[in-house]
């Protein structure tokens, strides 16, 4: 390869830059839209569920009274609980962190299941009294008082 | 009395930034012969030493747990371990931001006490804009983020270290990470210096040199220990989450990477002039993000411990000043610049440029995964970004840019063909399709591990081929410097490919005395028996590991319950092997009296830290060798001169 005339190196090195960078940012931009898990609520969930098997977060009240160990010992079932009497069943394998109870808040990363159960593959709970989920703390605005009316436990 | 004179000495710090900054800049007016211009180096000094004492008082409040001042009372505790007593000054937002505030000071002191290579207008305008900087974090904290705040009345006790920052790691990776961002601040510093005076010169560059290395060393051991912490601390099994903080410390890496490579294209070969320039001012607004990204909490992450909007907005106005400025002196100037010295597309410099794209393209596309929740946030769209994002398309630059790695260095600088180094190529294409067939057709495994491993190899081998036909003790420091970081991204691909592609869980609800297995290991949980340490108290789960015929290994995970503040956490236990780890987590007690373990064996992941590791010792040893040599350039030098001197004195 023979070297490039001198006079327009620098503006072939600068549109080759950008090339790169334009192509870096159209991917990514591709890429967001069908990779980014949104967040639902229990009751966006319920009216518009997203499809099944993608990547999404759902986040709630945990109803109390739903939680239940199966016998393998390391799998849970409950609800989720959100506004309008909306209700979503969710099972999770795992250690659940150590702030998740009946009552609290918790964002479950994972997916919808064929069966409208929602499966999740983590957990995120109040991490302690400083750190809420962004989720949680975004809600606990718009909704912690209606949350509170339907599960007496609101969150702070 | 402690906390004023600290609060004293950062007031005093702060005039004189700003007094090296408005001498700096009269200097660039007056000439560097002018009175004015005989101020900037002491004040530099003199500032580096008041930030120390500042915050060498900082530290002394919380080694005596001095309960009247409000940011100990806030964060610590009488009760906690001396370690984690002092480690706890910097483990708060106020505290990590007088750390920071100090290091850039000390390096502006550095540079203004040792550095007589650049042309002293050059000189006088990099300590200007090094004043500017710091003046700006010096406001940040004396106005939004006292460290010395008193309390009144002092508090009968503290409230405590969060207990997850109670770990070696927080002595050392904050301080580590931060060295890092400022000394990338000084690389800045000296792109603003050349841009004003525009003398982006080869003797630039290597006056630049060094701060880049040691800013990309400390970077690398920080993200490395980082992860290394995050993997055990969390007890999530995980070494990179690809939070927003992690990606923050990650960004400037890449800037810096990028930075170091095209920094010693143009010491070498004088090119490249405006984009080293450009890439200074990137990688420094790079850390200037992260620093907004985790002290302003505007992204859920576990560092986010100041969600405080006042502090957000701050930094992003430093933000805006700083990066604004910077770009629109670039916009202006980078055209006066005279273009450096030419080079063919296969050269040296030519894999260098692709390099350079590369690792700015997967640049932009951590940032964008990081900015894009923040974006749809605006439109009330809540959304995460996670790895099926990160992973595929940052590896759809990262390929390429490792292919180019392997043959770059066997490259001549400035001209070369493609047919001189032909050999190698086939070598290397050999070696790739070699290791994707097999290990293709022996291992199910994803993709993107395949690739993964079949790049390690490859470069594991390519890595070391610049020393062919070179006698091993006469080849420069720098060189084997380059040679040891290559390979260390060729181990820690292997290990971050290993742990994605071979990794084995296991969850189970165990009774005492049961058995389960995880990969070759057999796991028995002999018993949970209550624990006591200094500040919690814990349920550990007594295991007996076996690793296929070795003898067994007693292991005790635990569930601790801190008090101070009241908080638990799992602390998982690992068992190392040469060829991977056991990663066991103890859960909770189900109703049954069986106890929940998590287990992973996990081959290979240590190489993903031992490659870390590799890489950084690669800029040290290439650091060393850089500044070896210029000593003895000097020396030189000093030598001619004299020799010149005495000859004249003899005529």
Redesign the interface.
């Known amino acids: 390869?023979?070297?490039?005339k001198?006079k327009h190196?620098?503006l072939v090195?600068v549109v080759?830059?950008l090339i790169?960078?334009v192509?870096?940012?159209l991917?990514?931009?591709y890429?967001?839209r069908n990779?980014?898990?949104?967040?639902y609520l229990p009751e966006q969930m319920r009216d518009d569920p997203p499809a099944v098997g993608q990547?999404v977060?759902l986040g709630g009240m945990v109803e109390p009274g739903s939680l239940m160990?199966l016998s393998?010992?390391?799998t849970i079932d409950f609800a989720v609980t959100g506004r309008e009497n909306s209700r979503i069943p969710v099972r999770f394998?795992?250690?659940?962190p150590?702030?998740f109870v009946e009552g609290s808040g918790v964002v479950a990363?994972g997916r919808l299941g064929p069966d409208g159960i929602f499966v999740a593959d983590n957990l995120l709970a109040k991490?302690?009294?400083?750190?809420v989920?962004?989720?949680l703390e975004?809600m606990s605005e718009h909704q912690a008082a209606e949350m509170a009316e339907e599960t007496t436990v609101g969150l702070e | 009395m402690i906390a004023e004179l600290g609060l004293a000495a950062l007031w005093l710090a702060a005039a004189l930034a700003f007094l090296q900054m408005v001498a700096g800049a009269l200097a660039l007016r007056t000439g560097p012969d002018g009175e004015i211009a005989q101020i900037s180096r002491p004040s530099a000094v003199v500032q580096g030493t008041l930030a120390l004492v500042s915050f060498l008082a900082l530290l002394y409040v919380f080694a005596v747990t001095d309960l009247s001042v409000e940011l100990v009372a806030a964060n610590s505790h009488s009760m906690k371990p001396w370690i984690y007593k002092v480690s706890g000054a910097w483990g708060n937002h106020e505290g990590s931001m007088l750390l920071w505030v100090t290091v850039m000071a000390l390096s502006g002191a550095l540079i203004a006490l040792v550095e007589k290579r650049l042309p002293e207008r050059t000189m006088q305008a990099t300590l200007a804009a090094q004043g500017f900087v710091a003046l700006g974090f010096y406001a940040f904290l004396l106005l939004s983020s006292n460290p010395f705040a008193r309390l009144e009345p002092a508090a009968a006790e503290g409230l405590g270290l969060n207990p997850l920052l109670q770990d070696i790691g927080l002595a050392l990776h904050p301080p580590t990470l931060y060295l890092g961002y400022v000394g990338l601040s000084v690389a800045f510093s000296f792109a603003v210096g050349a841009l004003i005076t525009r003398e982006v010169t080869p003797d630039f560059a290597r006056v630049m040199r060094p701060w880049v290395l040691v800013a990309w060393v400390f970077l690398t051991l920080g993200i490395t220990a980082g992860s290394y912490w995050a993997y055990y601390e969390l007890g999530w099994g995980g070494w990179w989450f690809w939070d927003p903080v992690e990606n923050a410390s990650l960004m400037p890496w890449l800037a810096a990477t990028a930075l170091l490579h095209s920094v010693s294209v143009l010491a070498s070969r004088d090119a490249l002039r405006v984009w080293t320039i450009m890439l200074g001012v990137v990688a420094f607004s790079m850390s200037m993000v992260g620093t907004f990204l985790v002290r302003s909490g505007i992204l859920t992450s576990v560092h986010a411990f100041a969600v405080d909007p006042e502090r957000g907005t701050f930094i992003l106005f430093l933000l805006a000043i700083y990066i604004g400025g910077a770009l629109l002196l670039f916009a202006l100037r980078a055209s006066t610049i005279a273009e450096g010295k030419r080079f063919a597309v296969a050269s040296r410099e030519g894999a260098l440029v692709v390099n350079n794209v590369m690792l700015s393209a997967i640049l932009a596309i951590v940032l964008l995964g990081t900015l894009y929740p923040l974006l749809t946030e605006a439109f009330d769209v809540r959304v995460s970004v996670g790895p099926p994002y990160f992973n595929p398309v940052s590896a759809i630059f990262a390929i390429p840019m490792f292919a180019i790695m392997a043959v770059g260095p066997l490259l001549r600088w400035r001209r070369d063909r493609w047919g001189r180094i032909g050999k190698e190529v086939v070598l290397i294409g050999a070696l790739l399709i070699a290791g994707l067939t097999a290990i293709g057709l022996l291992a199910d495994i994803a993709f993107l591990p395949l690739l993964g491993l079949a790049f390690a190899l490859t470069l594991g081998i390519a890595s070391f081929l610049p020393l062919r036909g070179r006698r091993l003790l006469k080849t420069p420091l720098a060189t084997w410097g380059m040679v040891i970081a290559h390979f260390g991204i060729a181990v820690a691909l292997f290990g971050m490919a290993s742990e994605s592609a071979f990794s084995t869980e296991r969850l189970a609800a165990l009774q005492a005395g049961q058995d389960t297995t995880v990969g070759p290991w057999r796991v028995r949980l002999a018993a949970v028996e209550p624990q006591a340490g200094p500040n919690w108290t814990a349920l550990a789960g007594r295991m007996v590991v076996r690793y296929e015929g070795d003898a067994p290994v007693e292991i005790a995970p635990m569930a601790r319950s801190f008090w101070a503040p009241a908080q638990q956490t799992t602390e998982s236990e690992l068992v190392t092997r040469w060829n991977g780890q056991l990663y066991a987590v103890l859960g909770g007690e189900a109703q049954d009296g069986r106890w929940q373990i998590r287990l992973w064996w996990k081959p290979f992941v240590t190489f993903i830290w031992y490659g870390g590791g590799l890489i950084a010792l690669g800029g040290v040893l290439s650091l060393i060798g850089r500044v070896v040599g210029d000593i003895k350039r000097r020396r030189v030098r000093r030598r001619v001169d004299e020799r010149r001197e005495d000859a004249e004195a003899f005529a």
């Open positions: 390869m023979s070297a490039l001198p190196q620098r090195l080759l830059a790169a960078l192509a870096a940012g991917l990514a931009g890429a967001l990779q980014a898990s949104y967040f990547a977060r160990t393998d010992g390391v394998s795992g250690i659940v150590d702030l990363e991490h302690d009294e400083n750190y989920p962004r989720e975004g």
